[in-house]
């Protein structure tokens, strides 16, 4: 009998050497599993936080960009209402010049009064006036714009009229009808102007032979 229980004791001690064995080698098997899944995780996170670090600085970049856009948006604002804050009340004022040379032209267009020491008195009483404004312009940065016997330009010029001249070169101004200014570097009002243009070949030679047959 104790033979036989030697061994019945030795096939368990195998079977539980086996089971045991077996054990081991599975929970081998699975850590051997786990394991690379473990590492692709990490690698997973650690590009994402990558990813994420890298946007996170695309719109810290745009969002300085923006802030730097803005201050300089600001900035020209500022400056463009230091500059031009007057803009408006300058162009208003330019009416007082108007009003003067409509003036002007009244009382030398009055039959009473041409030729009287009155309105000469009262003409240069208004030349007087019109210079003062002009002078108080041009100390505010308000300057007139030549323009009489220049090519017209767009930019400052407004033509209004065509006047033939053969003296002249086409597209010339022979007459002011308004005063244009600038304020600074921009335009406040552009100066309305008539031009010269060639008189056509037939109106030529009918003023020519008009000026022939007066002279015979």
């Known amino acids: 009998m104790d033979k036989e229980q030697e061994q019945k004791q030795e096939i368990s001690n195998d079977k539980g050497s086996s089971i045991k064995n077996n054990d081991e080698k599975e929970s081998a098997d699975n850590n051997s599993e786990l394991k690379p899944q473990t590492e692709t995780n990490e690698k997973k996170e650690e590009i994402t936080n990558e990813e994420k670090i890298i946007e996170l600085e695309d719109k810290l970049a745009r969002t300085f960009a923006e802030m730097e856009n803005q201050r300089r948006r600001f900035e020209k604002e500022k400056e463009d209402a230091y500059e031009y804050g007057g803009y408006a009340f300058a162009k208003e004022a330019l009416n007082l ?39 108080i312009f041009k100390k505010n940065d308000i300057q007139p714009i030549e323009c009489l016997n220049k090519k017209l330009d767009p930019n400052f010029h407004q033509a209004m009229m065509e006047i033939e001249d053969n003296q002249k070169e086409p597209g010339t101004i022979v007459q002011e009808i308004q005063k244009g200014f600038t304020i600074k570097d921009r335009l406040l009002r552009p100066s309305l102007v008539g031009v010269s243009k060639k008189i056509p070949a037939k109106s030529q030679e009918n003023e020519e032979n008009e000026a022939n047959k007066a002279d015979k």
């Open 97 to 135: 010049i108007d009003n003067l040379e409509r003036s002007k032209q009244i009382l030398e267009n009055d039959e009473k009064l041409k030729n009287t020491d009155a309105l000469k008195k009262t003409l240069e009483h208004l030349d007087i006036i019109t210079k003062d404004l002009i002078s």
